[in-house]
């Protein structure tokens, strides 16, 4: 790691526009420039929309990555490419920035939500992973350097929404490109993307112990070999991407190797329990099927606490994973990357225990005319009860995907903007008259947007009787009012910082010959 001088550290957090740019993962200079002319030239109606979705709030002024919310709190993290920023989402259909800290990172894309009793207090914090680079006028400033391993894991405190400042940070011996809490609302235990640097061929990932939020640390998995050892995953192949973790003492990890389930009831010593095999490893040689072209990219097992092994696939049986898997190396937007699902058929650890049912590319969805230059893969996802996900799909726009029979997914709504590209989508959590999450999802989907922010969506989903409008007990006092759309803006001059966006490589920089 390099500290940087105060005037190197102010370029990178001023305009760095006038850098050149080779291609690069999520987009060239080109297409940038281009969405961001559209913007700025008034292009800010849907272009495309379908009559279960409508869009309720437009939040312009951040280059939007990967956001998170809190459990304890209505409070929603966004990262972006130049701050992380803070909303109160007390009133879900008009989030207010109520904090922001100005900090150049890329990629840091899944911030994730961390929460901790501490005394009488909750500890709020946001993780960033440190994948490229990461510098911040609160702190001492830094460049990572990926390929020699340089990586970080950073501790935004947010106790005070109103403050977001860097708490803490700590080296990583794996790769940080994505970090996850074990538990949200007790999280001790932090698990990164993972790599193979450490042995060449065996992928591995770092814990983290955040038992002191000040002073958190990694933890050895083998104290008696000098160093500190990183754990083994098989799901990494050549890059491990995300951990997913469920209610029933389960972790998911993806990667470049498949999707592999781990025993995380011990979270300092997982144990593999289930994996997709040959089918889900991009790099195993005979693997052709088309499930994992490049890398599994983040997972979600719906209902996993009823899961029984042997029993036919359903969301009832806890038996189905939901997969993304990225393609970023495919520039046609009817191939780039799918969503899929998967058959969980045995928790006992053997080979290929998680065998493939469905996958849905975008032209799959037949949802509109496939956007012409743009990439279109499918990214970043998040699971209503429902039954529907919401998928980000870069230019491909916002898709909600029912799954209720997860041998044949299917569309049940886009939004698709002229100058968009959408890296994620969450469903907004039902929170109660203290603030709590229950568990429970609104029908407001809140999509991140590289070009256009952060986006609020109505979706029409089954069950709440309501249609493609706000749940009217969403609205300040049960009333029911209309809202009306809050008045659009270009991206403010720290945007400027998605120009570094393009001098950089992200996935390549993981990816080992």
Not at 226 to 246: C, M, T
Not at 410 to 417: I, N
């Amino acid at each position: 790691m390099r500290i940087l001088p105060a005037a190197t550290a102010a370029l990178i957090l001023g305009a760095s526009v006038a850098l050149t740019s080779p291609a690069l993962a999520h987009g060239d200079r080109d297409r940038m420039d281009q969405k961001r002319s559209e913007y700025d030239a008034g292009l800010n109606a849907p272009v495309v929309m379908s009559d279960s979705v409508s869009l309720v709030d437009s939040n312009p002024g951040s280059a939007g990555i990967s956001g998170c919310f809190m459990k304890t709190a209505p409070l929603f993290v966004m990262s972006g490419l130049d701050s992380v920023v803070v909303h109160d989402v007390s009133n879900p259909l008009d989030p207010q920035r109520v904090g922001t800290m100005p900090s150049a990172q890329f990629e840091n894309e899944a911030v994730n939500c961390g929460e901790r009793k501490v005394g009488k207090s909750t500890q709020r914090f946001a993780l960033i992973g440190v994948d490229l680079y990461q510098a911040s006028p609160d702190d001492i400033t830094h460049v990572n350097e990926p390929v020699t391993g340089d990586y970080e894991l950073i501790v935004v405190d947010v106790t005070d929404p109103t403050n977001p400042h860097v708490r803490s940070r700590v080296p990583s011996t794996t790769s940080t490109h994505t970090v996850s809490c074990v538990v949200a609302t007790d999280c001790r235990y932090v698990y990164s993307a993972g790599d193979a640097r450490q042995v060449r061929g065996q992928g591995s990932f770092s814990i983290f112990d955040l038992t002191d939020l000040d002073r958190p640390v990694e933890v050895d998995s083998d104290p008696a070999t000098a160093g500190i050892q990183p754990f083994r995953s098989d799901a990494v192949g050549w890059g491990g991407h995300k951990w997913n973790f469920d209610g029933a003492g389960r972790g998911v990890h993806t990667g470049a190797g498949g999707s592999y389930i781990y025993d995380v009831s011990n979270p300092i010593k997982p144990v593999e329990i289930a994996n997709t095999g040959a089918a889900g490893d991009s790099s195993r040689e005979g693997m052709t099927n088309g499930f994992n072209n490049f890398i599994h990219h983040n997972s979600f097992h719906p209902n996993a606490a009823a899961f029984r092994p042997d029993a036919a696939p359903s969301l009832q049986n806890g038996n189905i994973l939901l997969v993304t898997e990225e393609d970023y190396e495919d520039p046609d937007c009817s191939t780039a990357g799918s969503f899929q699902t998967w058959h969980i058929k045995r928790l006992d650890g053997s080979d290929g225990s998680i065998v493939p049912l469905a996958k849905v590319e975008l032209a799959d969805l037949g949802t509109y005319p496939l956007p012409v230059g743009a990439f279109c893969s499918a990214h970043w996802f998040d699971y209503h009860q429902s039954g529907i996900v919401s998928v980000g799909y870069y230019g491909g726009g916002t898709q909600f995907i029912d799954v209720n029979d997860p041998l044949a997914p299917s569309s049940h709504g886009f939004a698709w903007f002229g100058a968009s590209e959408v890296w994620d989508s969450y469903w907004v959590p039902v929170y109660n008259s203290r603030g709590v999450a229950t568990g429970k999802k609104t029908n407001l989907a809140y999509s991140v947007d590289l070009v256009r922010g952060l986006d609020v969506l109505a979706v029409d989903v089954e069950g709440d009787s309501v249609g493609a409008v706000p749940d009217p007990t969403l609205l300040p006092g049960g009333s029911g009012t209309d809202l009306g759309l809050t008045e659009t803006a270009p991206i403010g001059a720290l945007g400027a910082l998605g120009a570094l966006l393009v001098v950089m490589r992200r996935r390549r920089v993981l990816h080992q010959d």
